[in-house]
């Protein structure tokens, strides 16, 4: 099913169109009215984390700010490298996912941080619907970040445990500006980073009554791949991880290894003895050949250099536009609007069938023109040929005896085979998010009210792209003999290749909406000795709702009647698309929440500041109501110094999809059944010996089918917290200040699945979990969401600033903000053992699964115990400087991979330089090197990593930037 895309110009034009509507608004209502005096910039504002507006520094909770500015100084091209060098955050650099960045305070999962836009939520991502990637954020209109790292529920309510981060953009912005920005790695390969922005802004609030701007931004971002950085995968270093060790022969090869039964398919290859066709395969002895006693099984294997790769390919585009007016009264009206789409081009090296296919392997008949002997294929040389399966001919020192050829007598060949010249595979993931913001305020008998409503959507849309065939064209071509298995495709071949694949083929749907309305009151009551005693009341009404699309029918195969092939359960089983199943059911879910948010700040005195909030939150598909409080403090006896303390409580509720999710997600994987084929390695399939009455193909390294998720979850509670933080800003001499803030968390009821490993391991514990059929055998293994442990988690949060004393030779400025780890452990279940998460890495299945970090997209999250990011500014004349540095220290690997003895993973530390030129009027010309040292990830051999920790930082090396803006 090919799915149109959206149109870009016709969401720009709407979002012109309103903004020109709000401009005309605005000129008529300055026709009859006089325009009004200038008026003094507004010094109170809402900050992150309270509803009463202030000034920014005299809140009673730690808030860090970043401005647009000092992204640009530390040579951020994109918000990821924001989210993955901040110290509060242990977010992912290179994600196995295709979701895109997203913010991870504390390490407890990105669904625990609340994401805003300019105070309010955005639509969250359609799939797991638990989070937003930074991707949507738009870049030319950012102004600032605002990243409360605590528990803030009292305020936001759900998913706020780890805390809060709030882009907001500007406003009242006149003028404009373009730029331009072009990134490439020192060494060859792509990665190569392209951008353009725009914003302009017409009309002055203070002046004229009103202002609209629009801004737009698109950057493209090419793919990295293994073959790019050789020596980072050099042999030789991946050996001593349990790495580089040559594959066994039955490895899957676009130039094919073929036997005559389809169980085994890989015996021989007739390419094997010219070097199977570098760079696509690679000549392997298999695994064995590296015994003390070895034995061969000569064949062609995919060589990973060229199929896998580092980073994925991606495109951001957004569009953003704001109209304010002011009214008679004192009243003012914005109109937001939001426009992102991104698209991840997402490698999945060579695709070969798989169980949702007709058959795992394809077939051959003898009279293709390229059968093997037949003429064009040579024959395959064999030793021993008298015997039922002859060894393959390698050479008389390896394989010694009478060659001959292999006898083919007409049979039907099998193989595994991917086509090569189609390249790497990759799906798009077009993902778009939407938003209207409709706000208003202003005072109303001496109340302050903020009112808003706000609409969202976003939307994934799942696509194949190069690289995905169809199973019937690829068999047609090889009965037909157009397709080489063995060999590069002729013209005839190649083009027929190309009309085999299932170009922009949308295999999953999905789609989220968040509708809300929301008023806020506020009202200074009465004088207390530092100030009025000010009270707030918050309400708002929202519903979140999704909606999942009907698996597409399109390569859906069918049923002997004439039914498409497709379970009770609504998942397909059988499908034409190689690599990829289509999947979803029809069906809308959606929930409605209402809440009910009380603040108070009392300035009991000029010294002491006492604040209190309490939030109810009613979710009507849950059936309860949380209801959150927090009490924080703020205390400065003396002038430089000031104390700091809260505490709170907050809540996590289960995601739309984890309640109301239309169909079991399935996932198959070959392993031996744990409790009738055990084995002292059960994650290790082939590996164990069936009990009595059962024979090894019925219970040992069978395809078994696991439920990720299951339908109906009403039984799923919300998840609880409890948090502390005290600490202290201290301003001993001028332009030194250094702030302090020890911290802790505490969950329970943790959400999480039970990974597949932990129920292979511990089949006894969690029996109820495998259903099994009347005959004993598995039918399927429910590994979904449940609530288990209890986690928790302290540290310490430490910023420190100074600025050296103006000097003729330049001034110089110097920043460090570093998060140090106490403590990070948690419950794989309930009443479980304590499991520590920090300073170590570990494949454990309960790390990945049970823990604060399960559903985290991409590779297991890392915890290291100290992370900073610092820098030392400079300035003279017309220039510019930022040299900064990120930091993280090493790791013990807890489970490293079967041949190595290597637990010791190296801190890891990269430099970038950033320097600018103001002297051209209205120009700022930046040039700039990331990773100035050329660090490389830390090697581990840990099997969830290919030999490099590629989670803390992306494999470019060293970057270099130039990027140029004109302001008018």
């Known amino acids: 099913m090919n799915t149109p895309r959206s149109t870009r110009v016709r969401r720009l034009a709407l979002a012109s169109a309103v903004a020109s509507a709000m401009l005309q608004l605005a000129a008529e209502a300055q026709a009859q009215t006089a325009p009004a005096p200038e008026a003094e910039p507004v010094t109170a504002v809402v900050v992150t984390g309270s509803l009463i507006r202030r000034v920014a520094d005299e809140g009673a909770t730690p808030l860090s700010i970043t401005k647009s500015a000092d992204l640009e100084s530390r040579g951020n091209t994109e918000l990821k490298d924001f989210v993955l060098e901040q110290p509060q955050s242990l977010s992912l650099g290179t994600n196995s996912g295709a979701a895109g960045p ?42 600032r970040v605002e990243t409360l790292s605590g528990g803030a529920a009292s305020i936001y309510g759900a998913d706020a445990i780890g805390g809060v981060q709030n882009y907001l ?10 730029k331009a920005e072009y990134a490439t790695p020192e060494m060859s390969g792509d990665g190569r980073t392209k951008s353009v922005g725009f914003i302009a802004g017409w009309g002055n609030l203070n002046t004229d009554g009103w202002n609209v701007y629009v801004s737009a931004d698109h950057q493209e971002k090419g793919a990295l791949f293994q073959r790019d950085r050789p020596d980072q995968h050099d042999p030789e270093v991946l050996r001593q991880l349990g790495l580089g060790i040559a594959p066994d022969a039955r490895n899957a090869s676009p130039f094919a290894n073929f036997g005559f039964t389809r169980a085994a398919n890989s015996n021989y290859n ?62 003012r009206i914005d109109l937001d609007l939001l426009h992102s789409e991104f698209n991840v081009q997402k490698y999945r090296g060579m695709q070969t069938p798989g169980s949702s296919n007709p058959f795992t392997t394809y077939s051959m008949p003898a009279n293709s023109r390229f059968y093997p002997g037949a003429g064009i294929t040579p024959a395959v040389k064999v030793v021993n040929g008298s015997a039922a399966t002859p060894t393959m001919y390698i050479d008389a020192t390896k394989t ?41 305020e202003g005072t109303v008998l001496g109340w302050d009210y903020r009112a808003g409503m706000n609409y969202g959507r976003s939307e994934r849309d799942t696509a194949a792209g190069q690289g995905y065939v169809l199973y019937s064209k690829i068999q047609d071509g090889f009965n037909k003999g157009i397709l080489n298995p063995f060999g590069l495709q002729d013209a005839a071949g190649a083009d027929y290749l190309r009309n085999a694949q299932a170009l922009d083929y949308t295999y999953r749907l999905n789609k989220a909406y968040n509708q809300s309305v929301d008023l806020t009151v506020s009202k200074g009551l009465w004088q207390l000795g530092g100030g009025d005693l000010t009270v707030a009341i918050s309400g708002e009404l929202r519903k979140d709702s999704a909606k999942v699309g009907a698996a597409p029918l399109d390569y859906v195969l069918k049923k002997a009647d004439g039914s498409y092939n497709i379970d009770a359960s609504g998942n397909v089983v059988q499908t034409d698309l190689v690599g990829e199943t289509p999947s979803g059911v029809a069906k809308k879910l959606e929930r409605k929440i209402s809440s009910l948010t009380l603040e108070v700040d009392a300035p009991l005195t000029d010294k002491f500041l006492l604040n209190g909030a309490v939030r109810a939150d009613r979710y009507d598909d849950l059936k309860t109501t949380t209801v959150n409080p927090k009490l924080a403090t703020r ?28 169909t079991p997600e399935v996932r198959t994987q070959m392993m031996d059944d744990p409790v009738l084929c055990p084995s002292s390695q059960p994650t290790v399939p082939a590996t164990g010996t069936p009990r009595a009455g059962y024979t090894a193909d019925q219970v040992c390294n069978v395809n078994t089918a696991y439920w990720t998720k299951s339908p109906n979850n009403s039984f799923l509670k919300p998840e609880k917290s409890r948090g502390f933080s005290y600490g202290f800003g201290l301003e001993p001499f001028k332009d030194f200040t250094l702030t302090v803030d020890y911290w802790g968390l505490l969950l329970t009821d943790v959400l999480g699945a039970t990974s597949i490993a932990e129920i292979q391991q511990n089949p006894g514990k969690y029996d109820s979990f495998i ?153 700022t010309i930046s040039l700039g090197v990331n990773n100035i040292t050329q660090e490389w990830p830390p090697v581990t051999a840990n099997t969830i990593y290919n030999g490099y920790v590629t989670s803390m930082a992306d494999m470019m090396g060293r970057v270099y930037r130039l990027s140029v803006e004109y302001k008018f």
């Open 270 to 331: 007739p390419a094997f003895a010219s070097g199977c066709g570098a760079p696509y395969a690679l000549p392997t002895l298999g695994n064995n050949s590296q015994l003390a006693n070895p034995t061969y099984a000569p064949g062609c294997a995919r060589n990973t250099l060229y199929w896998n790769q580092i980073t994925d390919g991606s495109r951001i585009t957004t569009m953003s536009s704001r109209a304010s007016l002011n009214l008679d009264g004192g009243h």
């Open 771 to 923: 259903i099994r059929n009347a005959d004993g055998l598995i039918d399927h293994i429910v590994a979904s969401q449940a609530n288990r442990g209890k986690a928790r988690i302290r540290g310490a949060d430490l910023s420190a600033s100074y600025r050296f004393p103006r000097a003729s030779f330049g001034n110089f400025d110097v920043k460090l903000d570093g998060t140090w780890y106490q403590k990070n452990e948690f419950q794989a279940e309930k009443d479980g053992v304590w499991l520590q998460n920090v300073g170590v890495i570990t494949n454990d299945g309960r790390y990945g699964s049970a823990g604060p970090n399960a559903g985290l997209a991409g590779m297991p999250q890392i915890n290291p115990r100290w992370k900073h990011t610092a820098s030392v500014n400079y300035s003279l004349g017309d220039w510019r400087a930022t040299l900064s540095q990120r930091y993280n220290t090493g790791l013990t690997d807890l489970t490293p991979r079967a041949g190595s003895t290597k637990t010791k993973v190296e801190s890891y530390s990269q430099y970038n330089l950033n320097m600018r030129y103001v002297g051209i009027k209205n120009t």
């Open 635 to 662: 205390w400065q006896p003396i002038q430089p110094l000031v104390l700091r303390a809260s505490v709170s409580t907050g809540f996590r509720a289960p995601s739309i999809m984890d309640i109301q999710n239309p």
């Open 102 to 143: 997203v913010t991870n305070l504390r390490g407890l999962g990105p669904m625990r941080t609340l994401t805003l836009l300019n105070g309010r939520r955005l639509a969250n991502e359609p799939l797991q619907d638990q989070y937003v990637s930074v991707n949507v954020i738009p870049r030319m209109a950012l102004d």
């Open 169 to 178: 953009t500007k406003r009242n912005y006149r003028g404009g500006a373009v």
């Open 400 to 440: 010694p005896g009478t060659v001959s050829n292999l006898a083919m007598g007409g049979r039907t060949i099998y193989f595994q085979w991917g086509p090569a010249e189609l390249g790497p595979a990759y799906r798009n993931d077009r993902q778009t998010n939407d938003r209207l913001v409709l706000t208003a």
